[in-house]
């Protein structure tokens, strides 16, 4: 058990964009500390703090514990420390008592919970709030629906699912706003198929695209709401776009 008597999470609020007929609720995002541990941290932290074991020997022996752990667990057994349990479990429904399994529906899963330790630590965690986070536009990521792709490989022609944030295409009757394909000449196409226009995806027919690399960019008026802001401004997408 930590030794530590309190906990201080600060929090960031993000307006919910999922309540659509409430526009003042807020949900919370821990602004996270520091750099995720892992094994070679924890090995140097037990050295520093109390152990005359060899870095060496307690990073063997963290690394051993995993391989452990991910055998017993993907072997179909439970394993619990003090702060987790692990369990194996499965997705997906079966209709009836037909004994065989879709792996498109039915799918081998995990389910981690919090050990009675670590909700009894959950109590000294207190809350500090940072303020309202700027919830600014973004493409997070670029699908194309037939081949699965996320890696910025499209087919010409084929659907392309995109999803962020503040991406609806607005006002639509504009020819200057949408989505376009730059290529390293700077020239611009146009996608001209908007099969789905919202704030947080949009999926789109992509341009028969010659191969060459290019740069996914939206252009658009779209803040929240029915408000318009008054210059539309452009999201570029960080990852290139590839068409083979």
Do not use: C
Not at 110 to 123: K, N, Q, V, W, Y
């Amino acid at each position: 058990m930590s030794k530590v008597t309190e906990f201080i999470w600060k929090i960031w609020l993000r307006l919910n964009f999922l309540t659509q007929d409430v526009d003042n609720d807020y949900t919370g995002e821990v602004s996270t500390i520091g750099h995720t541990l892992h094994n070679e941290d924890i090995a140097t932290r037990i050295v520093k703090e109390r152990s005359e074991l060899r870095y060496e020997t307690i990073l063997a022996i963290l690394n051993e514990r995993d391989s452990i752990v991910l055998d017993t667990v993907l072997a179909g057994s439970s394993v619990q420390d003090g702060v987790v349990h692990i369990a194996p479990s499965v997705t997906g429904l079966w209709i009836g008592s037909d004994r065989t399994v879709d792996p498109t529906r039915q799918k081998p899963a995990i389910s981690i919970s919090p050990t009675a330790e670590l909700r009894e630590g959950l109590t000294k965690v207190k809350l500090e709030i940072l303020g309202v986070k700027d919830s600014g536009a973004y493409i997070g990521l670029v699908t194309d629906a037939a081949t699965k792709a996320i890696d910025g490989h499209i087919t010409p022609n084929g659907i392309l699912v995109i999803t962020g944030d503040k991406l609806r295409i607005a006002p639509e009757d504009n020819p200057e706003m949408g989505i376009f394909f730059v290529n390293e000449y700077g020239d611009k196409t146009p996608v001209v198929q908007i099969s789905q226009n919202e704030p947080k995806k949009l999926t789109v027919l992509a341009p028969p695209l010659p191969p060459g690399n290019y740069t996914l960019q939206i252009v658009t008026r779209f803040s929240n709401g029915s408000t318009l802001l008054k210059v539309a401004r452009t999201i570029i997408y960080d990852m290139p776009i590839i068409v083979e």
